[in-house]
């Protein structure tokens, strides 16, 4: 019977609460059973007694830190407190406690300063694949082997993948031209699935799955309003133009399409797009 994943608490200052909402949707999405109290607390329940029991089960605690919040009162630091109190009684080889830094801050907790953290910045995507590296949470043939399938089921999922990328190729004439994300090396707006959010001038909705190769099909008018329902993903942002940047799949009243991240109310950066090699 395959193991359920550990699980992974996440402690953050109000501050930080957007990062830690996109860290824990990324973490989630990579198959980490991720704890963070806006997400997993039930109304009704007495808060403070579930933290502090989440912190005793969990098998990792990740500790968000900035500038903004390293220095200011809250209940954090007694989050941390309580989990330190819990490193104790690991061995020196077992990891923990890891210390995710939002920007160049240094740890107020003396004992986070021993332990070595892992940056957000300035590429986000790369702090994302050192947490899963630390708890052991892989994608692939790996992450389903440490979980019981054995050798019979990766062969399984390979052939499964192997039929999925054929399929695709055979529907999309031209396929787009996307990148790894982690070498782009330019960083989207951090906008989270449910969000709301309002059109900018010249937003236009495009189908799906020719985004990427230039199928406009609705224009929007500015301060149109519109709900983020998964994002970001990187890819062409016109046909005629070898220019790239990121994407949100959005709804817009009936309508469901992806809209380029410079078209969206406050996410407009000259940043957004480069040229591709």
Not at 123 to 130: A, H, M, Q
Request: with cysteine; proline share 6%; charged share 25%.
């Amino acid at each position: 019977m395959p193991k359920s994943p550990p699980t992974v608490f996440i402690s953050y200052a109000r501050e930080d609460l957007r990062a830690a909402q996109k860290l824990y949707n990324d973490l989630k999405r990579a198959g980490a059973n991720s704890w963070l109290d806006k997400e997993s607390l039930l109304p009704g329940q007495r808060w403070k007694v579930e933290i502090k029991r989440a912190i005793k089960r969990s098998r990792y605690f990740l500790a968000v830190l900035s500038s903004n919040s390293v220095s200011r009162r809250g209940y954090v630091h007694k989050e941390v407190a309580a989990a330190l109190e819990i490193l104790d009684e690991f061995p020196e080889s077992q990891i923990f406690i890891i210390p995710v830094r939002l920007d160049d801050c240094s740890p107020s907790h003396e004992r986070l300063r021993d332990l070595q953290w892992v940056d957000m910045f300035p590429s986000w995507n790369d702090g994302v694949e050192k947490i899963l590296r630390a708890i052991r949470v892989q994608s692939g043939g790996n992450c389903i082997a440490r979980r019981g399938f054995g050798i019979i089921g990766v062969i399984g999922v390979v052939i499964v993948l192997a039929i999925f990328i054929l399929t695709t190729r055979s529907v999309q004439k031209n396929p787009p031209r996307l990148g790894p994300i982690n070498e782009i090396g330019v960083e989207a707006c951090h906008l989270l699935m449910g969000e709301k959010a309002q059109a900018r001038k010249d937003a236009q909705l495009w189908t799906q799955p020719d985004v990427m190769i230039g199928q406009g099909t609705v224009v929007l008018a500015p301060g149109t309003p519109l709900v983020i329902k998964s994002g970001p993903t990187w890819g062409r942002i016109r046909k005629d133009e070898d220019y790239s940047g990121w994407w949100y799949e959005v709804e817009v009243d009936d309508k469901h399409g992806w809209l380029w991240e410079a078209r969206i109310e406050g996410c407009a950066r000259p940043e957004s797009f480069r040229l591709l090699e």
